[in-house]
């Protein structure tokens, strides 16, 4: 499949680690986030969400944090797996009817 | 896919060309969207629609046009293709606006180029 970016801030981690992906959001009136995950030559998933009434939200195996002092947003994937090798991006909701997505960063995750 | 199909999956063209992306849904959503994505880019709104015959622009509106005639059919034409617009194509969906904090799903994306 096409690669989703050939540029991609890359992070590496061990099978069994935990990942911790960040992202930096421009709009502090927004009030919705979404994480997507996207594999090679796929759309992308949804992964989990939060409003901003929400500091924290956990999933399975998953957790979003949210920091609206400094508009940071992470995604914490407990005991990463290969199948957890993807781009992953946050997307903010930027006004009515609309997502703002970032541009992404692709998990590798080694044996 | 959450019942997202987009047809067809891969296509080339020739400059000049006309060319028409359909994406269809079974999940009787009100919302639908059309996204670019480029490397170094990622996700661009075309256009989207916020019920049938209901649509509006996005950020890379220019060169696309958009109907939606039925609720679970969303088409993007490109009137005369352009090699700018080599891309993957995504259609999405949602119940409503993500303004009321509602996710979007997207579908298996159109591979397009324009020779």
């Known amino acids: 499949g096409e690669s989703v970016g050939l540029h991609l801030p890359t992070l590496s981690v061990q099978e069994g680690d935990n990942s911790i992906i960040n992202c930096a959001y421009s709009?502090?009136?927004?009030?919705?986030f979404i994480w997507y995950k996207q594999e090679s030559g796929k759309g992308p998933q949804f992964i989990i969400d939060?409003?901003?009434?929400?500091d924290k939200r956990q999933g399975q195996r998953v957790t979003v944090l949210l920091n609206k002092t400094v508009k940071h947003l992470s995604l914490q994937i407990a005991a990463t797996q290969p199948g957890d090798s993807a781009v992953y991006f946050c997307?903010?909701?930027?006004?009515?009817?609309?997502?703002?997505f970032g541009a992404g960063t692709r998990l590798a995750v080694h044996p | 896919d959450a019942g997202i199909t987009q047809s067809p999956r891969h296509k080339v063209t020739e400059t000049g060309t006309p060319v028409t992306l359909r994406c269809h849904q079974t999940?009787?959503?009100?919302?639908m969207y059309w996204y670019r994505q480029d490397p170094g880019h990622g996700l661009r709104l075309i256009h989207y629609?916020?019920?049938?015959?209901?649509?509006d622009k996005g950020e890379v509106s220019d060169g696309y046009s958009v109907s939606r005639s039925k609720t679970e059919d969303f088409l993007l034409t490109l009137e005369s293709a352009t090699s700018s617009q080599t891309s993957v194509y995504f259609c999405?969906?949602?119940?409503?606006?993500?303004?009321?904090?509602?996710?979007?799903?997207f579908g298996p994306g159109t591979r397009l180029t324009v020779l």
């Open positions: 629609s916020y019920g049938v015959k209901d649509t």
């Open positions: 997307a903010e909701s930027g006004g009515y009817n609309k997502l703002i």
């Open positions: 709009n502090s009136a927004s009030d919705y």
């Open positions: 999940e009787n959503h009100r919302y």
């Open positions: 939060i409003r901003s009434n929400m």
């Open positions: 999405a969906i949602s119940e409503s606006g993500p303004g009321r904090g509602d996710t979007q799903y």
